[in-house]
């Protein structure tokens, strides 16, 4: 039974699955539910119906709550039952998508008909109008274009006519858009003015810090903030590094990073690189405190944008950053004293030319000079060391299929993970798809990788790790990608693609 016909409902529940699936109807005292559920069930799978009682005579309220299976069916029984009389009663009902206690109550239904998508950056709008349009009629289409560039920034926006037609194509649309239910402007401009209350929610959870869509739904907070009363607030312990690494995959703008870890007081730089081969953008981002670069680690490290991209930190431990950072600091400091003074310290100069060679030294002679990634951000189960690399040209004794949610990482650090087990031969996907292979020599090495990272989540992408149906064949070559497109892996390919990965 669900939670709707519980004497104690919990009205801060999450929101309903699928979204907006749920209708609030206010109808005669004299119903019950089954006039209700004989009145609605047409258009839909009901899934429940709660009719609340008053707790001093416990007699109907004249409202209840109809759950359906799927939006589409909400939707159609707003449109069709809406100002409609059930049975003999003389009083029509009233049919509208139901809200939560904790959701804003606005009465702009412009938030049902306008869908978010993610688009490639080719796309044009006809393109998406051609697609949508078969659900029903298309308002508008709004491709979401950088202002200095005028190239796609890999959303838009479906506007229908219609809570019915949106419905239809939130559930029925190509799976690739990633549909869901765009936030009202108006609704955003809360948001925006909620990060005044910043301080009084610090600890709170990361949703409630971050909203929606990334377009523009982080902000920094107010300038007249004092960045010294946020600092108080924080509890978490410094450790000893002040910068932190971030990947976001798949790539985001670099205004949504610098929003969204500037949240965390103290940021002083964000470098900020765009990875468009891989699908994904780094950054290192430099904090004021230890304090305040271990807080941004806890607090935002595996986050998750609404839109599906997810965020890796962890701290920085690259020796030429490092480096780079203390040799910027003792120069700016020489020359300050040399100014002060009036003659240069030789003595410190000295040693920062010998700094600045030894570091110019590390980074030409081809030595991997960067440390093991940090393992709680890298991989969220333990790894064993790594082991090298099987021939190229070795039997396959095992192929393991993956699939991944939202992307796949970089192929480097899927070698990485995979090659922990021995006798790794290759690992490869394919662009813009959410799945790859591994080969293994052994068929141990394979079953211990399945055993390890399967469920794991991997450099901020949760993986399948699955044995492959079919024996690979022969002439099967890591860059020729013809020759794992057999049928049997295009069907393991769709129903793994399609699955939803908890």
């Known amino acids: 039974m669900s939670n709707w016909n519980q004497g104690t409902r919990n009205d801060d529940r999450n929101d309903d699955k699928p979204p907006y699936s749920r209708v609030f109807v206010v109808c005669n005292k004299q119903l019950r539910v089954e006039d209700l559920r004989s009145a609605f069930e047409s258009f839909g799978c009901i899934e429940d119906i709660h009719m609340p009682k ?23 029984a707003i449109k069709e039952m809406h100002l409609k009389t059930i049975q003999n009663s003389s009083k029509p009902v009233r049919v509208m998508v139901a809200t939560h206690k904790n959701d804003n109550h606005s009465t702009n239904d412009e938030k049902y008909k306008r869908l978010f998508i993610k688009v490639h950056k080719e796309i044009t709008e006809s393109e998406i109008r051609e697609h949508f349009s078969q659900f029903g009629y298309v308002d508008s289409v709004h491709l979401q274009k950088d202002k200095l560039t005028e190239e796609c920034r890999g959303f838009a926006y479906v506007h229908y006519k219609t809570f019915l037609d949106a419905a239809k194509a939130f559930e029925g649309c190509d799976k690739k858009y990633k549909a869901i239910f765009a936030t009202p402007k108006d609704e955003l401009k ?249 080969k293994y020599a052994s068929v141990t090495a394979a079953q211990d990788a399945i055993r390890t990272l399967h469920g794991a989540t991997l450099y901020g992408s949760k993986m399948k790790v699955l044995i492959a149906d079919e024996k690979p064949s022969q002439d099967d070559k890591v860059d020729d990608e013809n020759s794992v497109d057999h049928d049997s892996d295009r069907k393991r390919m769709k129903l793994h693609d399609e699955d939803n990965m908890s």
């Open 54 to 76: 008053d707790r001093s005579t416990g007699e109907s309220k004249g409202i209840a709550y109809i759950k359906y299976s799927q939006t589409s069916s909400a939707a159609l």
């Open 190 to 438: 809360r948001t925006r003015n909620s990060i005044e209350n910043f301080a009084d929610s610090f600890h709170s959870s990361n949703s409630s810090l971050i909203k929606d869509n990334y377009s523009d739904h982080y902000n920094q907070a107010k300038d007249d903030v004092k960045r010294d009363n946020l600092s108080s607030l924080i509890k978490t312990r410094p450790q000893d590094y002040d910068t932190i690494s971030v990947t976001c995959s798949p790539q985001v703008s670099q205004k949504c990073i610098q929003r969204l870890f500037n949240i965390v007081p103290g940021m002083t730089q964000c470098k900020y690189t765009s990875d468009s081969y891989n699908g994904l953008c780094k950054a290192i981002v430099t904090y004021e405190t230890e304090k305040a670069a271990a807080y941004a680690v806890e607090r935002l490290n595996n986050f998750e944008f609404p839109s599906g991209e997810i965020v890796s930190v962890k701290p920085d431990d690259n020796p030429i950053h490092k480096a780079a950072n203390s040799l910027t600091s003792i120069l700016v400091n020489s020359f300050k004293n040399a100014g002060d003074s009036g003659s240069p310290d030789l003595l410190q100069l000295a040693d920062v030319i010998a700094q600045a060679s030894t570091l110019l030294k590390a980074a030409t002679s081809g030595r991997e000079i960067r440390s093991e990634p940090h393992q709680e951000s890298y991989c969220s189960v333990s790894l064993p060391p790594p082991q090298p690399l099987a021939n190229s040209n070795t039997r396959v004794a095992q192929r393991c299929f993956l699939v991944f949610k939202p992307v796949p990482p970089p192929v480097h650090i899927l070698k990485d993970a995979f090659c922990r087990f021995g006798d790794l031969i290759d690992v490869y996907t394919f662009p813009n798809k959410t799945f790859g292979f591994v």
